[in-house]
C-alpha cells in the first residue's frame, strides 16, 4: 500500500485532536496525587518508586467513597527547573490536586514557588531544607517528614553532649548541604562546641572524597560531620573507614537513611549515629504498616520518607473527604488549613502540623548495629534515644514565616 | 611547621598522593578510550556504562558464585571485554563509515540503557563491596596513613599503562595496529584481518574499562551512577593529552589528577571545574592537545 501524503498528514492532524480538545481540568469527581521524586539517580532507592508504591497504598487503604484517586508520578533529575515545570503542568493542565514527597532541597524549594503562586497543596516528605518553613514558607506548602533543624539537633546535639565539641564538616556544596551545615554550627556552638573547618566539595559529581577527609583529620577536630546525602554519604562513610578515619574520629553522618545504611553494609556503617522520624522496627504500629508495605516493595524497606509519603496522603484524603470534593479543589491553602487542623494519627506517624506547615512529630536517634547484633539484612537500628515532637523541631517564631501571626 | 600558602607541606604531601589515585583512574578509562578513537574513530561514551559493569561484575561474582577480588580482576575485564566484543559486532561496526556524531549517539544510548538496566535490577544506593584482607591495612607514609589498597591502585594501574604502551609501540602486533590506523586500506591490502583487528581492540579497550571498575568496586560504592561521574572528566583528559595518543592520555591522567586534588585544598568548590579550565586554556594554546599532532 501507498501512503499518501495528504492522508497521513489527515490522520496526524485527528490523532492530535483529542489531546488539543481534552478537558483542561479532570473529572469533577475524582482526586489527583502526583508523586514526583528522583527516579533514576542517587536519590531513587531513598525516594522514587517506593515512595509511589507508599502512596498508593495509602490510597487504597483508605478507599475513599464519593470520589476516586488517581495517582500519577514524574523525574524531577534533581533539577529545579525540571521539577518546576512538572508542577506547573501537572497543577494548571493535569488537574492535579496534590504534589508529595519532592526530594532534593533545591528542587523543593523551587516547587513549593509554583504551589504558592498557584495556591496549590505541596506535601515535601523526601527534601531536608529547614527554608521551607522560614523564609520560603507557603500556606499550600506541608514540610513533613524531617528537616535540617531536626537532623541538627538530634543528631548534633547528643555528638556534643557525648564530648564531641570540636568538628569538621564536609558539605556537599548546595541549598541542602549548607543549610544543614548553618544548623549544625549553631547547636554545636550553642552547646559550647566549636567547628575548626569545612571543605564544600561539588555537587553533584564528586565521588572521591578522600582529600577531604584527610583534611578532615588534619585539623584535629573530634568529630567529622557529613553534611550530605544518598551516595555520597556511603562513599563518605566507606572512604573514612579505609583511611582509618572512623577509628580516630567520630563520624556524624547528619542525614542518613536506612536504605543508605543497607547499602554500606554493618561492618562499616556499625557504630554510627543517625537521626530519622520513623523505622519499620520501631513499634507494633511501624511494624504492622511495614508488613502491609513490604510486598509492594519486597526489596526495599520504607524509610522515614517514604513512610511520610504514606501517612502524608492519608492525612490529606482524610481532609479531602472532611470538607467535600469542590471546596478542596478550590484552594491548596484550604485543605493545607484543614489537615493543621486536625492530629496525624496512623500507623507510620503520630503528631500534628504546625500552623507553618512542619509536621511535628518526635524524631529518633538510632545507633547502626554491630554485625553480630543484626538478625537479617534490614535489621540495622538500635534506638538511642527519643525527642519529643514538642523539642524536635525549630520554635515557630524563630523561622519567622511570613504568614503566621506571632 | 613548613607551610606553602598557608597550607602546611605535610598536607600537601597527602594531597598530591590521593591526586596521584584519582589520576591512575583517570589514565586507565582514558587509555581505552584514547586506544579506541585512535583505531576506530569511535567516541566511545559507553566507556563509564563499562566501568560501572566491571565493577558490578566483580560484585556479581563475589556473591553469586563466591569468587573474590583477585580472580575477579582477571575474569571481570574478560567478561565485560567479551560483551564488548559482541557490542562492536552487532552495534558499532556499522557505523565506521558515518561522522563521528553517530558514533557518539549510539554509544551514548548504549551508556544509557547498560545503566537503566542496571539501576533497575540492583537499585540505586549501590552494593557493599570489600577490600581485600591482605589490603586492608593502612601504611604509615610519614606524611599520611595512606591506605595500602590505594597504593596497590596506583601500581596497578601505573602497570597496565605501561604494558599497553609497551604492546602498542614496541611489538609487531602494535605496529599493524598503528599502521591499520594510519591506513586501514593499505593494511588489508598486506592480508592483515583489519575488521577483526578492530573488534579487538573494542574488546581490549573495553577490558581496561572494566579492569579500572574492578579497582574502583572497593574504594566506590559500586552503583549504576560510578562510571557517568567519571565519564566526563575523562573525556577532558583526552581532550587535553591529545585525541588517541596514548601516552598523552597517561601522561594527563596522572597529572590531571594531582591538580585536582591540589584544588581540592586550596578550594574544592572548585575541584570540579578545575580540569575544564585547564581544558580550555590547552585548546586555546596547542589545539590538538598536548601529545597530539595537529
Same mark, same amino acid.
Given at each position: ?13 485527528? &490523532? ?27 536519590? *531513587?532507592?531513598? /525516594? ?35 521539577? &518546576? ?7 494548571? *493542565? ?43 514558607? %507557603? ?51 550553642? %552547646? ?14 564528586? !565521588? ?7 583534611? &578532615?583529620? =588534619? ?32 563520624? &556524624? %553522618? ?37 508488613? *502491609? ?32 470534593? +469542590? ?6 491553602? %484550604? ?7 486536625? +492530629? ?26 554491630? +554485625? ?35 | ?59 556479581? #561474582? ?22 564488548? @566484543? ?30 537503566? $538496566? ?16 591482605? $589490603?586492608?591495612?593502612? #601504611? ?19 602497570? @597496565? ?9 614496541? !611489538?609487531?602486533?602494535? /605496529? ?21 583487528? #578492530?573488534? #579487538? ?8 574499562? =572494566? ?39 597517561? @601522561? ?15 578550594? +574544592? ?15 586555546? =594554546? ?9
Amino acid at each position: 500500500m501507498k501512503i499518501n501524503r495528504r492522508a497521513l498528514l489527515g490522520a496526524a492532524a485527528t &490523532a492530535a485532536l483529542p489531546v488539543a480538545v481534552r478537558p483542561a481540568r479532570a473529572q469533577a469527581n475524582s482526586i489527583k496525587i502526583g508523586v514526583m521524586n528522583d527516579m533514576s539517580g542517587p536519590y *531513587r532507592d531513598i /525516594s522514587g518508586p517506593t515512595s509511589v508504591a507508599a502512596v498508593k497504598m495509602a490510597v487504597d487503604e483508605f478507599a475513599a467513597k464519593g470520589f476516586s484517586v488517581d495517582v500519577l508520578s514524574a523525574d524531577h533529575q534533581n533539577k529545579p527547573d525540571v521539577g &518546576a515545570s512538572i508542577a506547573g503542568q501537572w497543577y494548571d *493542565r493535569d488537574g492535579v490536586d496534590l504534589i508529595i514527597d519532592v526530594p532534593t532541597s533545591s528542587v523543593a524549594l523551587a516547587v513549593a514557588g509554583v504551589a504558592k503562586q498557584k495556591n496549590k497543596l505541596l506535601v515535601v516528605s523526601g527534601a531536608a531544607t529547614s527554608e521551607l518553613t522560614a523564609g520560603a514558607c %507557603a500556606p499550600s506548602v506541608i514540610h513533613y517528614t524531617y528537616d535540617t533543624y531536626m537532623l541538627a539537633k538530634s543528631t548534633g546535639g547528643a555528638t556534643v553532649k557525648a564530648g564531641g565539641d570540636t568538628w569538621y564538616f564536609v558539605t556537599a556544596d548546595y541549598a541542602f548541604g549548607k543549610q544543614l551545615q548553618s544548623d549544625t554550627t549553631g547547636f554545636v556552638t550553642a %552547646a559550647g562546641g566549636k567547628v575548626l573547618g569545612s571543605s564544600l566539595y561539588p555537587f553533584p559529581g564528586t !565521588t572521591d572524597f578522600s582529600s577531604f577527609l584527610v583534611q &578532615a583529620q =588534619a585539623s584535629g577536630a573530634k568529630v567529622l560531620g557529613l553534611c550530605n546525602a544518598g551516595a555520597d554519604t556511603v562513599n563518605s562513610i566507606k572512604q573514612a573507614a579505609e583511611f582509618g578515619i572512623n577509628a580516630k574520629m567520630q563520624i &556524624a %553522618a547528619m542525614l542518613m537513611f536506612l536504605n543508605d545504611v543497607h547499602a554500606l553494609g554493618l561492618d562499616v556503617a556499625k557504630g554510627l549515629h543517625l537521626t530519622e522520624s520513623f523505622y519499620w522496627d520501631l513499634n507494633d504500629r511501624s511494624r504492622a504498616f511495614t508488613k *502491609r508495605f513490604l510486598p509492594r516493595m519486597p526489596n526495599n524497606y520504607p524509610n522515614m520518607a517514604h513512610a511520610g509519603c504514606y501517612s502524608g496522603t492519608l492525612h490529606f484524603l482524610q481532609a479531602v473527604t472532611d470538607m467535600g470534593l +469542590p471546596a478542596a479543589r478550590q484552594s491548596g491553602t %484550604a485543605i493545607a488549613e484543614r489537615m493543621k487542623a486536625m +492530629p496525624v494519627n496512623d500507623d507510620a506517624f503520630q503528631g500534628s502540623i504546625r500552623q507553618d506547615g512542619r509536621g511535628l512529630f518526635n524524631s529518633y536517634l538510632f545507633e547502626v548495629k554491630q +554485625p553480630s547484633e543484626s538478625k537479617g539484612p534490614w535489621d540495622l537500628y538500635k534506638l538511642v534515644q527519643t525527642t519529643p515532637a514538642a523539642e524536635a523541631w525549630r520554635p515557630l517564631a524563630d523561622g519567622h514565616c511570613y504568614y503566621v501571626k506571632a | 611547621m613548613i607551610m606553602i600558602f598557608g597550607k602546611p607541606l605535610l598536607l600537601l604531601y597527602g594531597q598530591l598522593t590521593l591526586g596521584l589515585i584519582n589520576g591512575a583512574f583517570y589514565a586507565l578509562l582514558s587509555l581505552g578510550l584514547a586506544i579506541i578513537f585512535g583505531l576506530l574513530n569511535i567516541i566511545n561514551f559507553a566507556h563509564g556504562a563499562l566501568f560501572m559493569l566491571g565493577a558490578f561484575v566483580a560484585w556479581a #561474582l563475589l556473591n553469586y558464585l563466591g569468587i573474590g577480588y583477585w580472580p575477579a580482576l582477571l575474569l571481570a575485564p574478560i567478561i565485560v571485554g567479551i560483551f564488548g @566484543v559482541v557490542m562492536e559486532k552487532t552495534l558499532i561496526n556499522k557505523l565506521y563509515k558515518l561522522d563521528h556524531l553517530y558514533g557518539l549517539l549510539l554509544t551514548f544510548g548504549c551508556a544509557l540503557i547498560i545503566e537503566g $538496566l542496571v539501576r533497575n535490577a540492583f537499585g540505586s544506593s549501590g552494593m557493599p563491596y570489600a577490600i581485600p584482607a591482605v $589490603l586492608s591495612r593502612p #601504611l604509615d607514609l610519614g606524611f599520611m596513613m595512606l591506605p595500602a589498597y590505594r597504593a596497590w591502585v596506583v601500581v596497578a594501574a601505573a602497570v @597496565v599503562c605501561l604494558a599497553t604502551w609497551l604492546v602498542i609501540e614496541k !611489538t609487531p602486533l602494535g /605496529s599493524t595496529l598503528r599502521a591499520a590506523t594510519e591506513n586501514a586500506a593499505l593494511v588489508q591490502a598486506f592480508g592483515v584481518n583489519v575488521p577483526r583487528l #578492530l573488534t #579487538l581492540t573494542y574488546g581490549a579497550g573495553v577490558a581496561l574499562a =572494566a579492569f579500572a571498575g574492578v579497582l574502583a568496586a572497593p574504594i566506590y560504592s559500586v552503583n549504576p551512577n560510578m562510571g557517568s561521574n567519571f565519564i566526563i572528566t575523562v573525556f577532558a583528559v583526552v581532550v587535553i593529552g591529545g585525541m588517541g595518543s596514548i601516552l598523552g592520555s597517561i @601522561v594527563t591522567g596522572f597529572g590531571l589528577g594531582i591538580v585536582e586534588g591540589l584544588t581540592k585544598v586550596y578550594y +574544592p568548590q572548585a575541584s570540579s571545574t578545575v580540569i575544564f579550565v585547564v581544558m580550555a586554556i590547552v585548546l586555546l =594554546a596547542r589545539p590538538a592537545g598536548l601529545f597530539g599532532r595537529a
